[in-house]
């Protein structure tokens, strides 16, 4: 991702504006398809935003850790979401940098919303994170398709040769749908001979 990008990215955040919302289908599809564990459950959520989806999972009983790599969002989220417990937020840019900030012994759930199209090596980020899973654990992605993204936007979306590519080589992965976004649960670990398909970065969020 460039310069230019992650300067817009840090301008929009510092401006209040926001990206799409978490809607009701994707609070329903994450509570019925990733429940929390018995006991308790650990939640990583990347490229949080300003943690709509983050305080949601913390609701459904997660201990969350929120990683974006905009500083203006990570501030947002903090001033704006101060009285939510089981949340901490992290200023880490998960392809670039150390990640030892991350529990060591792994999640329970990943999530991924309108992040995955953003990401510059989609490969080494999807072994990264599913190698942090803990058994019986899920990673989610929850994308634009190009079925259901207009044409000037079609660089921020999947299409079915690309989600294809992103659910092979897990154990079990379900392909659903909210609201014109998929929402893919993978389960894992992942084979490591799968690749995942490249592409350039698009210049702007959804």
């Known amino acids: 991702m460039g310069y230019v990008v992650r300067e817009e990215w840090h301008k929009h955040y510092a401006d209040g504006k926001n990206f799409r919302q ?4 994707e609070r329903a599809l994450l509570a019925e398809h990733t429940p929390v564990p018995d006991g308790g459950g650990r939640a990583l959520d990347v490229g949080c935003g300003t943690g709509g989806l983050a305080v949601h999972l913390s609701c459904l009983g997660y201990l969350v850790d929120a990683v974006d790599f905009a500083d203006s969002a990570i501030e947002r989220a903090r001033t704006e979401h101060a009285d939510v417990e089981g949340v901490r937020w992290l200023r880490l840019d998960i392809e670039r940098e150390d990640l030892v900030e991350l529990h060591q012994d792994g999640y329970d759930l990943i999530t ?5 199209p953003f990401l510059r090596d989609r490969s080494r980020a999807l072994h990264s994170l599913g190698g942090r899973l803990r058994p019986g654990g899920a990673l989610v992605v929850i994308t634009p398709t190009a079925e259901h993204t207009p044409k000037e936007r079609r660089d921020i979306a999947l299409d079915e040769g690309e989600v294809s590519l992103l659910t092979a080589g897990w154990r079990q992965a379900e392909l659903l749908e909210a609201d014109g976004l998929a929402v893919l649960v993978l389960r894992g670990p992942r084979n490591v001979g799968t690749t995942a398909v490249e592409k350039r970065p698009p210049t702007a969020r959804p």
């Open 22 to 25: 978490l809607g009701e289908a």
């Open 112 to 116: 991924l919303r309108l992040a995955y």
